[in-house]
């Protein structure tokens, strides 16, 4: 039972997560917050909802592994999965999107969480840098936007950054009682679906004598990155699989500064020495796959696919055993 109970979480806390979003996204339509700032603040945080409030309730209940297992699998399972999967059903054009600026953002990231991370402690000092980071970031993002939007398509690349679409979740004619419905059942649902996920997992470490850091690398990593996988393998039937290497680069930015930066204010997380000796340093080798897709325009096509899933699955097995 506790295998369905960890499912159970996870589903809970994955649609939790999509109520969020939606009723967020059009409060904050509704109050006049511009489409733009929503695109690029309040969806970005709330997709990431699942993940965070993992990492907030494993930090609380003392398995800092679980919190930090997710995201660097999650990063981990994003490069290597959620690229290579949907490549093995069509080849994935990434070189017709400039993504070398979000990337060199990624890289940066990386080799700061990885920097943080031998200090042995993601404390609050950490976590007020990780979150300053990102705000620069977003701020960046914010002025390219603006940028864009300002001179037009025709002088789009000036500013680095694609057309953006309307926020995830946006319905101008969705009533109120829907929007504080949404907004009611992401905020209950998030912590209750994180509850039943971490104690689960917990459990099912117990029960297979494994470190909590095997079951965030892996269990956990890889039900959180299930949304992103599957959209993409969605986009991928519908030939439309060129934004997933912009998609996997943002998430991964997010997922290094912005949970972990709220989860270390809220409680310290300890770094197992495991970390330090392997699944950073994967981690850190799965991004750098990547720089012959960016800077070379080289498209990931179906033999980089099985290549890219290949490792992902050596890579678990690695952990596991």
């Known amino acids: 039972m506790v295998f ?32 733009l ?48 999967i949907p490549a093995l059903i069509t080849v994935i054009h990434s070189s017709t999107h400039d993504t070398r600026k979000s990337y060199l953002i990624m890289l940066g990231s990386t080799v700061l969480f990885i920097a943080l991370a031998f200090r042995g402690v993601f404390d609050w000092i950490a976590g007020l840098g990780m979150l300053a980071v990102m705000a620069l970031i ?32 946006a319905d101008p004619d969705m009533p109120g009682w829907k929007i504080a419905l949404y907004l009611l059942l992401g905020l209950v649902g998030l912590p209750v679906g994180a509850n039943l996920l971490i104690d ?18 892996t269990l956990v990593a890889l039900g959180t990155s299930l949304p992103e996988l599957a959209t993409t393998v969605m986009a991928a039937i519908r030939k439309q699989a ?4 912009g998609n996997v680069i943002g998430s991964n930015v997010f997922n290094l500064l912005a949970i972990i930066g709220v989860a270390a204010l809220i ?7 495991q970390f330090l000796r392997f699944d950073l340093w994967v981690m850190l ?28 699955v050596g890579y678990v097995v690695a952990v596991l055993v």
């Open 4 to 35: 369905v109970y960890a499912a159970l979480g996870l589903v809970i806390l994955l649609l939790a997560g999509d109520a969020l979003v939606k009723g967020a996204v059009n409060l904050s339509l509704r109050m006049g917050i511009p489409a």
């Open 37 to 84: 700032i929503v695109s690029l603040t309040i969806v970005a945080f709330g997709t990431s909802a699942p993940e965070l409030l993992i990492s907030i309730q494993a930090a609380l209940d003392g398995v800092p592994g679980i919190a930090l297992g997710n995201v660097v699998g999650s990063n981990t399972a994003n490069v290597l999965l959620v690229l290579g």
């Open 138 to 169: 977003l701020w960046d993002s914010v002025r390219d936007a603006l940028c864009h939007r300002r001179n037009g398509k025709e002088e789009a690349a000036a500013c680095e950054v694609e057309e953006l679409e309307d926020p995830e979740g």
């Open 200 to 217: 689960s997992a917990t459990e099912i470490a117990e029960m297979f004598g494994v470190p909590d850091t095997v079951i965030g690398l």
């Open 242 to 245: 060129d934004v997933a290497l």
């Open 267 to 273: 409680k310290p997380l300890q770094v197992d020495p």
């Open 285 to 312: 080798g799965a991004s750098l796959i990547l720089v012959p897709f960016v800077f070379l325009g080289r498209d990931i096509g179906r033999i980089w696919g099985a290549i890219l899933s290949a490792l992902y």
